[in-house]
């Protein structure tokens, strides 16, 4: 299994262009989950999608659009990249066991910097 | 809206010695806490969590309490190795959520471990 895995590694864009981020998980995971990390702030959350056909804001969701593809799929896009989005983008997924189990399953992250 | 925060942001040991990371909460009704370990160019990983029911909760070198009065829960790491250096995020949620599982993190520690 690969787990969750992420492309682009690395991107650089100058503000203004567009981008997708793609994610997939092979765990067969019902929710799938974006997060942006930056210095002294944590993880916070972009947007999530508990089902397929489904997709909700986070904390942190303006300059962002999601698409939840299928069960495995769910993508980032950045319709117009500003400077405020250099980041490092997580995509996590989840299977939600009820009270017996529960974790999320990182990819490597994607770092974009926009210039 | 849920409320995390972690304190040091950073923390330096000497080898063998113990660690200590503590973090608060600010919802009362969140009963799920895990610590998510992030090494160095990867994704986090999950290492322990503790849900309301329980005080302490052990595994080898790893420790988790819990103090739902105060509202805080703090990580130990006893004998550390050099493998234990890495940036540890705390977290808390409310389970069972029905639908998705939205985690609040912390800001992060980043442990050294000194030779």
């Known amino acids: 299994n690969a787990g969750v895995t992420q492309t682009p590694k690395f991107q650089v864009l100058k503000t203004g262009q567009s981008m997708t981020l793609q994610c997939a998980q092979d765990?067969?995971?019902?929710?799938m989950y974006w997060y942006r990390q930056d210095p002294g702030m944590g993880l916070r959350l972009i947007y999530y999608?508990?089902?397929?056909?489904?997709?909700d804001k986070g904390e942190v969701p303006n300059g962002y659009n999601v698409s939840r593809l299928n069960k495995r799929e769910f993508s980032l896009r950045l319709e117009s990249a500003a400077p405020s989005q250099t980041s490092v983008y997580f995509c996590?997924?989840?299977?939600?066991?009820?009270?017996?189990?529960?974790?999320?399953?990182f990819g490597p992250g994607t770092r974009l910097t926009v210039t | 809206g849920e409320n995390v925060e972690q304190h040091p942001s950073t923390l330096s040991v000497q080898e063998g010695d113990s660690a200590v990371i503590k973090c608060t909460y600010s919802?009362?009704?969140?009963?799920?806490f895990p610590w998510y370990k992030q090494e160095l160019g990867k994704g986090p990983q999950l290492i322990i969590d503790?849900?309301?029911?329980?005080g302490e909760k052990k595994d080898q070198r790893i420790a988790v309490t819990l103090n739902k009065t105060a509202k805080h829960f703090s990580l130990h790491i006893t004998e550390t190795q050099p493998e234990d250096s890495a940036v540890y995020f705390c977290?808390?949620?409310?389970?069972?959520?029905?639908?998705?599982?939205?985690?609040?993190f912390g800001t992060g520690t980043r442990l050294t471990i000194i030779p």
């Open positions: 503790i849900r309301s029911n329980v």
């Open positions: 996590a997924s989840s299977e939600d066991l009820g009270l017996a189990a529960y974790e999320q399953y």
């Open positions: 977290a808390a949620s409310k389970r069972p959520s029905f639908g998705n599982e939205k985690l609040t």
């Open positions: 919802d009362s009704a969140s009963n799920y």
């Open positions: 999608s508990a089902s397929e056909g489904t997709t």
């Open positions: 765990m067969n995971h019902n929710s």
